[in-house]
């Protein structure tokens, strides 16, 4: 091999105009590559990678041995429990794409050395073991094949079936690790530009539009909330726009009981870069339709759970909370736990089927702002069991009087931000 690329290396970082280049030729770079190597036991570029590897620290037994023409050797058996072998690469945003987009990769980890190519997804080892090890934050056995081949065979599919497989990636990317925060889109674009390539859709700063509304309904996991970012990062109705891993990352209309209520009219985004349309943004718009309602949201800070509550507007039953459960994009520091705050529910699904129970409604909660917008702070879901009927029949016909207002409402446009 004549060449080799190593980012750190071969583009100037403190150079913002040839770093953006660069990241948008990350398909190609990666994906034509003859070999990528992965320095996956490394924890920072200083630490290097072809050192000696330490020795096995768990329960062994050292067995002496003769063999043929009085040759002597031993061998050690291990008792090994290592179930998931996550390496110190696998914790890095960035180097998720690096590992998808590669055709053929020889990485150097912790215990043993790895080859993986197209053709042999599960790999091959130097003998540490008798396959190469997997870990379920590398990422490196599942739904390879969409990004890894020419991806022919799945032209002939549905094109959600590809989709699923990205909202199932960021799942994983969520939990890695990021440098710089502002990073959320930019770490990933890579792979959104091949998707894109073979899907035919529009990308939306980390949604598709043929996969709305449902791809509205993310939400952050509620014990790993974090502080809205002080800078912006995307609009605040796509996942890119806090931190933190993400609970779920879509609502499957397939899997939908009831009906979705939510209607997609029309979105936009500025690139930040106009030749990194998969990257970073500006701004971005979604116009969407539905039954929105007002209601009182109180936040919370409490990082075990989401802690927050609903209410209606001005009602006069002492202590009635909706049946619905807020989870909380963030932890905001921007409004007082101590009150209840304005703030609009908007409906993406509800089952009638069942009187007035609304089973499987679920929507997002909305801030108002002065220029008529709205502004994301969270998505909703039913509780059932919230309100005891027999026990606080007030608060049951409360809530029967909210949701037929709710239902009986007329959809208005929605434009959030």
Partial sequence: MRHVWIDSLCIAQD?????????????????????????????????GFLHNRQAFDGPQVKLVYKGSRRLTGSVVLLDIKRQDTTEPLDTRAWAMQERVLATRILEYGTLQTRWSCVQDRAGQSDGWLERAEFGWGRYDL??????????????????QDATYDWYDLLWHYTRRKLTVQSDRLVAISGIAQRLATFLGMVYLAGLWDQFLPGGLLWDIHPRKRRPRPATFQAPSWSWA???GPLYSSYLDPDEIRGEMTLEFIE??????LSHLPYGAVRSGTMTVKGNLLPAEWKPSRETNSTGSRLRPVGSTVYDLELPLEPRDDCLEDEFNCARWWPVSLL????????????RAHSGIVLKHNDDDTYSRLGKFVFRHGRIDKAQKPDHWDAWQTFQSSWLDVEPKVVTMI
């Fill in 267 to 272: 979105a936009s985004v500025d690139p930040f």
């Fill in 241 to 243: 726009s806090v931190n």
């Fill in 15 to 47: 150079d913002l105009q040839e770093k953006a280049q660069e990241i948008s030729r990350m398909p190609q770079i990666f994906g034509r590559a003859s070999v990528v190597i992965a320095a996956s036991r490394s924890t920072q570029a200083i630490d």
């Fill in 347 to 358: 409906l993406a699904t509800a089952d009638r089927s069942d009187g007035h129970l609304f």
């Fill in 142 to 159: 599942e739904y390879t094949d969409l990004f890894r081949s020419d991806m022919t065979k799945y032209l002939s599919k549905k094109p």
